[in-house]
Each structure stands twice: as C-alpha cells, then as structure tokens.
C-alpha cells in the first residue's frame, strides 16, 4: 500500500517549521509523498492574509527542493466552497486505489476536525497524522478527540518556535526571515514587499475592483469621454496635453501595480481642473466648499487646486468615491499614507513627460527595481527633488510634504534592512 501524505493549510507565509513537520512526517511513516494543498482565500479574509495564488507562489518556491513534496492547487482552482473531504476525494481518484491518504493536522484543530463538513468521510478515506504541541498528549488523550474507529497517529518531530504571524510581524519591523523561511520563498517576500501594508493602508486601499463591475461613488453618466470634455474648457492646451499625460500615465502605473486602471485614469483627468484657476479664488472656493485649510494655503492659494478639484467633481459631477477624490485632492503634496490609488497619481503628475528629464528620470529609476514597481523609492525621490527646487527658488516647503517624504523613507528603510538581513 503507498502511504500519500496531505498536508492543508493557509501557509500564510509557509516557513521552515511547516517544511519539516512535512518531512519528518514523510520519513517517520514511510510515506511515498506529501502533498502541499493551499487553501484558498475566505470570502472575508483578513488584512494580513495574502492572496492565495501569492500564497500557493510562495509554497511552491519553498517546496521545490524536496523531490517528496508536491505543491497541489486543487482547492484554489475548485468552484464554491472549499472543504477537506473534496480535496481527499479527489486526491484519491487522482492517486488511485492502491494508496491510502494521511491527513497532516494540527492537535490544535483535533477537537473541530469532527464538526468539519462531512467528518465521517474525512476519517473513512484518510488515517489522521496528528502534530501535537510539547509532546506531552498520551494516544489515549487523542483517542479521546477523535471518533471511535479513526485511524490516527502522532507525528514525532521537533517543535520550533516558528508561526506565520512572527514571521508577518518580522518583515513589518524590518527583521530578519534568515533560517525561518526559505530562500526562494524569501526572496520573493522581499521583492515583492508582501506583508510590509499596515491594516489600516490595506483597508483604505481602493484597487481592487468591485465584484459587479461598477464604482459605488461613480454615477454611470462618468466615463472617461464625459470627463475629457468635462475637463476641456477648464485647462488651457498646455494644461490639456499635461492632464492627458497624466492620466496616460497613471493608467500604465495602475495596470503594472495591479491596481483600478479606470479610477487612475479617471483620477488623472480630474486631477488639474482647478489649476489655472486664481490663487484668491481657490482660496474663496475651498471657503465655500467647506475645504479646510492652513494659513501656508491660505498664503499660497495654488496648494489648493488638489483639494478644491475634488470638491468640484464631488459637487459638480456626483462623485462620492472617497479614494478617487482623496487621490485628486492629494496630488500635489502627498499624505502619510496613501492609497495607492493616491501613491500612483501623485507620481504620475510627477512623471509627465513634459517635466524636465532631471527630474523625471531619477524617479522612473526609482519607480523600477528589477522590473517590479517600488512606489516608495519613488515617492522618496520625487519629494526630495521638489525639495531641492523649492530651497533653491526659495519656497516654503509644506510641513505635510515633508511627513509624507520621511514616512515613507522609513517604509525604504524599513525594506532595505528587510532586504539585507535576507541576503
Ligand atoms: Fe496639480
Ligand atoms: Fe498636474
């Protein structure tokens, strides 16, 4: 009889202390395999949960270099819901019959196991493989747990002080994953900056489409040709052409981040429509429009245009989407945080291509790392150029500026230091 080993979880991320568990499990009952199942996302899954096929990415990169794992998508690629008896059906007609199954599971999920959807064939198709914690439970105890007639064993292996949450904690404090996860696993967490958003920026971020389709906030009558002509009268050509770019740009940076092209572009086209308009009377319209405002301004009535587009747009044309017209409103001096619906129209008014090449090219450099995107460096570089520009023409420099430059070097930092201890 062939002994296949299954091993479920959310490996969120997977570390070293899953990886041997599997193993030692494999070596102690002589088991031809382990199967690495990821579970698929929950229908609300919490801010610190990875995407699954980032998950399963990630899995997959850990497992390579055991030829006795295999890494299965069974349950991210099935339709509905996702329950443990499936994954062992099916892993039973894929395996044949001349092999038995042995379920890996935590003594800390023993006394849900039988309230688990179809229990009774859970037990009749596998023989339960139970990690327990410290040892220090006797087969009786278990016995106990389980339904009279499961076939069960305990797994001896050794108990390291890993969890996926310390290593979640790790990377958002810029420590160390050295020996807790493995490399290629490791290096894609670095590269790719996963754990690194705190709840509150994951909550507020705005990218990721609505299930039906639509924009709640958008009225319908808001397409990207209503605005262009919305736009038109309000911006000179010069203005025009910079507004077009901008919303180009923002629209390319949004489908390489992953995030709503839609709301970047439509973004994009707002972002200037009070620009050309007077500095007294920004500063009139942000009084009447119940924008709030500082005496730096007050003073200097163009920091306004941002603020005032996006009560326009809300005003005038109906829009409520609170990350659209945060975005708008934000353009010119940033905030710590934004979203990245923010992050990316920020930059792209930086990006437009009729702005000097010493200052736009510093931050395309910045922008791309390897070809994967890195807002931060950029938003890093963009500020300290401006900052330069305004020491040497002699400009105030906003003090929300400069919070929003330092806190996002500190995430550069935080990254890089994250990047180092990885190696
Ligand atoms: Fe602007
Ligand atoms: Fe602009």
Redesign the pocket.
């Known amino acids: 009889m062939r002994e296949i080993g299954v091993f479920c979880g959310t490996f969120n991320p997977i570390h070293w202390g899953h990886l041997m568990l599997a193993e030692f499990a494999r070596d102690q009952f002589k088991m031809e395999k382990v199967i690495v199942v990821t579970s698929p996302n929950p229908p609300h899954r919490s801010y610190d949960l990875l995407d699954s096929d980032d998950r399963f990415e990630l899995v997959e990169a850990a497992c390579k270099e055991n030829p006795f794992f295999q890494t299965s998508r069974i349950e991210l690629d099935r339709d509905g819901p996702s329950y443990t008896v499936d994954t062992l059906r099916q892993l039973k007609e894929l395996e044949g019959p001349d092999c038995r199954l042995n379920l890996l599971v935590g003594q800390d999920n023993l006394p849900e196991l039988r309230n688990w959807h179809e229990a009774d064939g859970i037990f009749a198709i596998a023989r339960i493989l139970v990690a327990t914690r410290h040892h220090q439970v006797t087969r009786q105890e278990l016995q106990e747990e389980l339904p009279a007639g499961a076939s069960f064993e305990i797994i001896d292996f050794l108990q390291l002080p890993i969890s996926s949450s310390l290593i979640r904690e790790r990377i958002r404090q810029g420590k160390t994953l050295r020996y807790l996860v493995p490399i290629a696993a490791r290096q894609i967490i670095e590269t790719k900056g996963h754990y690194l958003k705190t709840e509150q920026e994951v909550h507020d971020d705005p990218c990721s489409p609505d299930d039906d389709g639509e924009y709640e906030g958008i009225p319908e009558s808001i397409t990207l040709d209503f605005v262009k002509e919305w736009v038109r009268p309000r911006n000179s050509e010069k203005r025009y052409r910079h507004t077009e770019g901008v919303a180009k740009i923002a629209k390319e940076l949004a489908i390489k981040s992953h995030c709503d092209p839609f709301l970047a572009e439509l973004g994009g086209w707002l ?2 429509a009070c ?1 050309e308009t007077k500095d007294t009377i920004l500063v009139q319209m942000a009084r009447d429009l119940h924008v709030p405002f500082s005496s730096i301004e007050a003073q200097n009535g163009h920091l306004l ?2 603020p005032v587009a996006a009560a326009v747009a809300r005003r005038d044309l109906g829009i409520t989407h609170k990350e659209l017209l945060a975005a708008i409103a934000e ?2 001096l940033g905030n710590a945080p934004m979203t990245q619906l923010s992050e990316i129209l920020f930059l792209a ?1 930086c990006l437009e291509e009729s702005r000097p090449k010493d200052y736009t090219d510093p931050i395309w450099k910045a922008l791309d790392i390897d070809g994967e995107i890195n807002f931060d460096k950029a938003i890093v570089v963009a500020n300290d150029l401006g900052f330069e520009h305004l020491i040497k023409s002699g400009r105030t420099i906003h003090p929300r500026a400069v919070d929003v430059r330092n806190h996002y070097l500190a995430r550069v930092k935080a990254r890089a230091a994250f990047a180092a201890s990885a190696g």
Do not use: Q
């Open positions: 972002h200037d620009k245009h941002g353009h010119t008014d």
